[in-house]
């Protein structure tokens, strides 16, 4: 077959690809730097004809165009597999929901269920001469989000990252109803991390010792697995290795520093695995056909079977707050959505069946609330209102703030409501300790 030629008779413009798009439609976005712009651009235009055009994403990394419509709730809703800052504020607007899910059940759920992908459309990269497009650095579930749509639109970005992979990291031209030749814009990036925060060094420094060479890595986002990361970048680890649903800058640092060899990895020896990457140049740069590392489904990626395979697997993760029966909230502020959940969970269950394994969840003691202008303890007798559950009390193992890290596994209730708050601000133990003992959690003979 002549790839080129079917190409050919598949290239449309945006406003022909944003004419597949009907009334009542869900049309998939893809994920993170997948999100389309040429395309995106022509649907806005087109939208203020439409009414109930339901969209799925997530991740975003810009401002998508459909959303700076004028009255986007009257025509549309978003609704995201995981909130950012800028889904957030849609919230308020009254066209953004959050599809409460775990990360690792996407593929199934776009297989299995019974709602629709009338339309997908998102960035690759330019066709190869196998006629296939790569999905850049997010193989995540868009696999899965092909096999259901009913027209798949990719527009090809000349910046994408040809992400090298196992399976369901690219769609071939067969599959796909149009080609859009989009105007190449930078790949969207996330701003590189600030410098570490006393509190997110004393953290790292509490950790980075408990990891053994030879480990495997998996870190969340956020200031202080960054820190960690930059650690153990400039630490005597040897031999270590990668599998983690995202792929932040820190790795390229450890990678670059020579500590990351893969060789003791019981699965994907010598390889990095990730779900998706989203970060600054320099890492789409790194990713960019590198055979080390293997953009992957999250369905393996973040399966606890997978995880647990892996010897001496290493979680580190952050959290909002926790409770003195240590359930973690690493969702919401109250009622207020602030990300989702993840692979969060996945990641502590499987870190702790892995042989030789822990996972970490770090927080700093305390937080300046915006409204009251007082410092909060993070840790709570319970949580707020409203609050999510991400890791259940019986989940957590490792917990970490710049005043120590405990082992909740297997306490009671009273000896974990003790550990958590050894590991409190100081200026807040006796307040707890109060709470404690009013919530039945806290034994006499405890010191105090």
């Known amino acids: 077959m002549d790839f080129t030629e079917l190409y050919a008779q598949k290239k449309m ?7 597949l798009v009907k009334s009542g439609d869900w049309v998939d976005y893809g994920w993170a730097v997948n999100t389309p712009v040429a395309v995106d651009a022509a649907i806005a235009k087109r939208l203020p004809e439409l009414e ?6 997530g991740i975003l990394m810009w401002v998508p165009a459909i959303f700076q419509i004028e009255d986007p709730a009257a025509h549309m809703t978003w609704n995201s597999w995981h909130m950012g ?12 929901f959050y599809s409460p899910i775990r990360y690792s059940e996407l593929p199934r759920y776009y297989r299995d269920s019974s709602d629709p992908v009338d339309v997908a459309v998102f960035q690759v990269t330019p ?16 696999g899965a989000v092909c096999d259901k749509a009913k027209k798949i639109i990719v527009e090809v970005n000349r910046n994408m990252p040809k992400c090298l992979g196992g399976t369901e990291n690219w769609v071939h031209i067969s599959q796909v109803a149009g080609v859009v030749e989009g105007s190449n814009p930078p790949i969207g990036q996330m701003a590189a991390a600030g410098a570490a925060t006393e509190v997110d060094l004393k953290v790292a420094n509490l950790i980075v010792p408990q990891i053994p060479d030879g480990a495997c890595l998996q870190l969340g986002i956020g200031g202080m697995p960054n820190a960690i990361g930059n650690l153990i970048a400039q630490s005597d680890l040897k031999d270590l290795g990668v599998h983690t649903e995202m792929y932040v800058d820190a790795f390229v640092d450890i990678a670059k520093a020579g500590k ?16 998706f990457g989203a970060g600054t140049q320099k890492m789409y740069d790194y990713l960019n056909d590198n055979p080390e590392c293997m953009a992957a489904p999250v369905e393996y990626t973040n399966d606890i079977r997978s995880i647990s395979a ?38 502590v269950l499987g870190a702790y069946l892995s042989n030789g394994g822990k996972s970490f969840i770090c ?12 410092l909060e303890s993070r840790i709570r007798p319970t949580l707020e209102n409203g609050s999510i559950v991400t890791d259940t009390r019986a989940n957590v193992h490792y917990l970490c703030t710049e005043y120590g890290c405990v082992n909740l596994k297997g306490l009671t209730s009273w000896e974990k409501a003790e550990a958590l708050i050894s590991v409190a601000h100081p200026d807040f133990r006796d307040e707890l300790i109060a709470e404690a003992e009013k919530l ?7 010191k105090r």
Not at 440 to 446: A, D, L, M
């Open 52 to 57: 109930d055009v339901n969209f799925r994403g």
């Open 260 to 275: 990351i060899t893969g060789r003791h990895k019981n699965l994907d020896k010598g390889r990095q695995v990730y779900a």
């Open 310 to 347: 892996i010897d001496n697997f290493i979680s580190i993760n952050n959290a909002v707050d926790i409770d003195l029966f240590g359930q973690v909230n690493a969702e919401s502020a109250g009622i207020k959505h602030i990300s989702g959940a993840g692979g969060q969970l996945d990641f």
């Open 127 to 142: 066709m190869d001469e196998h006629g296939y497009f790569n999905f850049g650095p997010c193989a995540s579930h868009l």
């Open 85 to 96: 800052g800028i889904e957030r504020k849609a919230i308020a607007q009254g066209f953004s």
């Open 440 to 446: 039945h959690i806290w034994r006499r003979s405890n």
């Open 363 to 374: 927080l700093s003691s305390t937080f300046m609330n915006k409204k009251t202008g007082k």
């Open 13 to 19: 413009t945006a406003d022909q690809a944003a004419a």
